[in-house]
C-alpha cells in the first residue's frame, strides 16, 4: 500500500519572517504550469524504477491512490507514461529550449531550468529512485540535482519553512 511520488512545491505565499517569496517567482511559474509538471511526468521511467528499483515488486503510479486501496483509487486517471519526446515536446511548446548548446534548456527568459529536489538520505529506495530521475531530466535538458537531507531536516522544509523546490 506504500507510495513514493515527487512533487514541485507550489506554495504561493511569502516567508512571514522575511517577506520573501517561499519560492522563486520564476521557478513558481514553471512548477504550476500543468504542460511543465506534464512533461516532467513523462520524462520519469516508472519502469525502470519498478525493474531496478523494486526488482518487480510494485506497480507504476499515475495517481495518488494505488489500486490497492480499492473504491478510493481512480483507474481513469490519466497516465503520462515514459515518452522523453513528449516530454521535449511539450517543454518546446513553453518555449523551453536550449539556446545556447549546453544541453540544458533555458526559459524565454534565458532563465536555465534547474531545480533541486530532496529526499532523505539513508532511505536507499529513494537514493536510487532519485538517481533514476535525475537521468530522465538530463534526457530532456533539464537540470536537477538530487539533495539528500536528514529526515526530520526533510519534514521541516514540508511542513514549516517550505525551503525546497521540488520532493
Same mark, same amino acid.
Request: aromatic share 12%.
Given at each position: ?19 520573501? !517569496? ?41 495517481? !495518488? ?9 481512480? !483507474?481513469?486517471? !490519466?497516465?503520462?507514461?515514459? #515518452?522523453? #519526446? ?6 518546446? #511548446?513553453?518555449?523551453?529550449? %536550449?539556446? %545556447? ?61 517550505? %525551503?525546497?523546490?521540488?520532493?
Amino acid at each position: 500500500l506504500g507510495t513514493d511520488m515527487f512533487w514541485f512545491n507550489q506554495h504561493p505565499g511569502k516567508n512571514p519572517e522575511t517577506g520573501a !517569496p517561499f519560492l522563486d517567482p520564476v521557478k513558481y511559474a514553471w512548477f504550476s504550469n500543468v504542460k511543465f509538471r506534464q512533461a516532467i511526468s513523462h520524462s520519469i521511467n516508472r519502469k525502470g524504477i519498478l525493474r531496478n528499483v523494486y526488482r518487480g515488486r510494485a506497480v507504476e503510479l499515475y495517481s !495518488p491512490l494505488p489500486a490497492s486501496m480499492g473504491k478510493w483509487h481512480n !483507474p481513469n486517471s !490519466p497516465k503520462f507514461e515514459y #515518452e522523453p #519526446e513528449k516530454a521535449k515536446a511539450l517543454l518546446e #511548446e513553453l518555449g523551453m529550449k %536550449d539556446r %545556447d548548446g549546453d544541453g540544458i534548456r533555458e526559459d524565454e527568459s534565458g532563465n536555465k531550468i534547474q531545480f533541486t529536489y530532496i529526499t532523505n538520505r539513508e532511505n536507499e529506495i529513494r537514493e536510487r529512485i532519485g538517481v533514476i530521475l535525475k537521468e530522465g531530466f538530463t534526457e530532456v535538458g533539464l537540470d536537477a540535482t538530487l539533495k539528500l537531507v536528514d529526515f526530520n531536516t526533510l519534514v521541516t522544509a514540508l511542513n514549516d519553512t517550505f %525551503d525546497y523546490e521540488a520532493c
